[in-house]
Nanobody
Framework: VQLVVSGGGSVQAGGSLLVSCTSS????????IAWFRQAPGNECEWVSG???????YYADSVKGRFTISRDNAKNTVFLQMNSLKPEDTAAYYC??????????WGQGTQVTVSS
């Protein structure tokens, strides 16, 4: 499965952004999808994940502010990010096949939050 990430950008603290992850090489309705992020000089961090049955999981650092969702008909997973903080600044990546391993590689999108 090849995933294409879109969205991201720059926003002031307190603002919102939507990032999307779309399968370009097939369907991923039978895969758990995860979002990861990595800021310069920091380790890769798991952000959120969604199972094939729609169950959602969040890191404590984003719980209550980020919402993950999936639209299997469009082969797309979304990450709605609200109440953004400067510490959310990072490159964001999506990956298929769960989140047991940290994977901050591939095509990502930059999210920059200014104070």
């Amino acid at each position: 499965v090849q995933l294409v990430v879109s969205g991201g950008g720059s926003v002031q603290a307190g603002g919102s952004l939507l990032v999307s992850c779309t399968s370009s090489g097939g369907t991923f309705h039978d895969s758990d999808i995860a979002w990861f992020r990595q800021a310069p000089g920091n380790e890769c961090e798991w952000v959120s994940g969604i199972n094939t049955d729609g169950t959602r999981y969040y890191a404590d650092s984003v719980k209550g502010r980020f919402t993950i969702s999936r639209d299997n008909a469009k082969n797309t997973v979304f990450l709605q990010m609200n109440s953004l903080k400067p510490e959310d600044t990072a490159a964001y990546y999506c990956q298929a096949d769960g989140w047991t391993k940290l994977r901050c590689w591939g095509q990502g999108t930059q999210v920059t939050v200014s104070s």
